[in-house]
């Protein structure tokens, strides 16, 4: 049998269980074991905290320093098998992670990265100590996807600025799929509405901290008065890519976002520089909006081109005209509060998925216009209405779907939706208008080569379909 280990007898006894482990004698392990052997108290506590140097020759202290040089020996050397067992059967036997040192690394970058050996080193080490930003961006320089899974599941974004980080850094790497990876991760483990009370209590404690907080937040906020006392933002003027807005300014309670407050588009901005709107649309990522809101006005969040996430507190009844036209948001969950959507309250988005409440009653005129990676749609029971241009240009869309009680879709509502595969169209439909392009008859579906929609025996939408050749099934037949 190889000896993988040379034990330092001169400093004291032997701990025999602890030499088997590193033999990789299981046979030794099997009879020691069944005589009821453990690690000392001395080799656990040198194995899990620092041993650093000593002139005192103690057991536990000269094993340790045993255990690390073998296990290094064993990486350099390629003995990956080696290395694993051993690794995993001191980490089994000592009942807790074991001390990380930066020579864990012992200058064998790409054996370290070795699925199996990274793996076993963050199951087997005490995390805390491991340069976790360090790896992640190894992770992303390199494509590594699987040490990014293995350290997602070490709980190594489980800090909030640390996940954001990774996503902003990947962003600037053009890591696309890491980004997507990472954002997905957020939706599915986020808690957003603790992230964004934690943002808001750490704003407070600083703005608290000065004697003058309210004159620094005005320096920050623009507001008006409503008629109710409370409080309206009409403009942010900070400097932050990260935004969270304050639930109240002095005594006074925030409820509403004025007209382009957030607005990039400096023209649509009164008394605010050009180079404010030009940070609005080019660096503003985030917006954290307290609970107290229930109002969002009209271009509120216009052209900030590169805002891919704020929050809709319940409470806000009404998306006004345009106000998160040209956002970089992909993922939109409204809440029930939420009743109508104006005109063009969504449109030259990027959203990929917009979660629609039940309690939507309205889609405005070319709500989603434009909406250019939207996929698939379900609208709620109580709306009645299509209106013009809903979804006008939705190119990637392929499937919508129309609740009973929906009595008109107006012209041009799915005008140039090349992908549109499937459609349901309810008996309740009453009427569809048509259209002229270049002073012909257009039908609703002219643009969709690919639509078989699905109809009622006898239904108003049947007749449609069959009176402009709209190819069609009937549902019961699906």
């Known amino acids: 049998m190889t000896k993988h280990y040379s034990l330092q007898t001169e400093y004291g006894a032997a701990d025999e269980l602890f030499k088997a482990i590193m033999d990789a004698d299981d046979g030794a392990y099997s009879r020691l074991k069944k005589s009821g052997a453990v690690l000392s108290d001395e080799v656990k506590h040198a194995l899990t905290h620092s041993t650093g140097t000593r002139t005192k020759p103690e057991e536990g202290h000269y094993i340790a320093i045993d255990f690390e040089g073998t296990i290094q020996r064993a990486l350099m050397d390629g003995r990956l098998d080696y290395f694993v067992s051993t690794l995993r059967a001191m980490r089994r036997e000592v009942g807790e992670p074991l001390y990380f040192t930066n020579s864990a690394y012992w200058g064998c970058t790409d054996i370290f990265y070795d699925r199996a050996v990274f793996e076993c080193i963050l199951d087997c080490f005490d995390n805390r100590k491991i340069n976790k930003k360090q790896n992640m961006i190894y992770a992303i320089d390199n494509d590594r996807f699987d040490l990014l899974e293995i350290a997602t599941a070490h709980d190594w974004l489980k800090m909030p600025r640390k996940r954001d980080e990774m996503i902003a850094y990947a962003e600037s790497k053009g890591k696309t799929e890491f980004v997507a990876y990472l954002l997905d991760f957020k939706n599915r483990t986020a808690d957003l509405a603790a992230e964004r009370e934690r943002a808001e209590k750490r704003m407070l404690r600083k703005l608290n901290a000065d004697p003058n907080s309210v004159t620094e937040l005005k320096k920050i906020w623009r507001t008006k008065k409503l008629e109710d006392g409370r409080l309206e933002i009409t403009s942010y003027k900070g400097d932050q890519t990260e935004v969270a807005v304050p639930e109240k300014i002095g005594k006074d309670t925030v409820t509403s976002i004025g007209s382009a407050a957030f607005s990039g588009a400096w023209y649509l901005s009164k008394r605010i520089a050009k180079e404010v709107c030009e940070f609005r649309e080019k660096s503003i990522t985030k917006i954290t909006l307290p609970e107290t809101i ?159 929609a699905a109809v009622e025996r006898g239904s108003y939408a049947e007749k449609y379909c069959a009176k402009n050749n709209i190819a069609y099934k009937y549902k019961e037949d699906k």
């Open 294 to 452: 229930t109002t969002i006005g009209e271009y509120a969040f216009y052209y900030c081109r590169s805002l891919k996430e704020v929050n809709i507190p319940n409470g806000v009844k009404v998306i006004e005209n345009s106000a998160f036209r040209q956002t970089a948001i992909d993922v939109l969950e409204l809440p029930g509060s939420v009743e109508r959507l104006a005109d063009y309250s969504l449109s030259v988005g990027n959203f990929k998925e917009v979660k629609l409440p039940q309690s939507l009653a309205e889609i405005g005129k070319s709500a989603f216009q434009m909406c250019e990676y939207l996929e698939k749609i379900e609208i709620p029971a109580r709306v009645k209405e299509i209106l013009q241009g809903a979804f006008w240009r939705c190119v990637k869309l392929k499937e919508v779907a129309l609740p009973e009680g929906i009595e008109t879709i107006k012209a041009r509502a799915f005008w140039e939706c090349p992908e549109l595969e499937t459609i349901n169209l309810p008996a309740s439909i009453k009427k569809i208008e048509n259209f002229k392009r270049d002073g012909k008859p257009q039908h609703i579906f002219a643009d969709s080569p690919k639509l078989t």
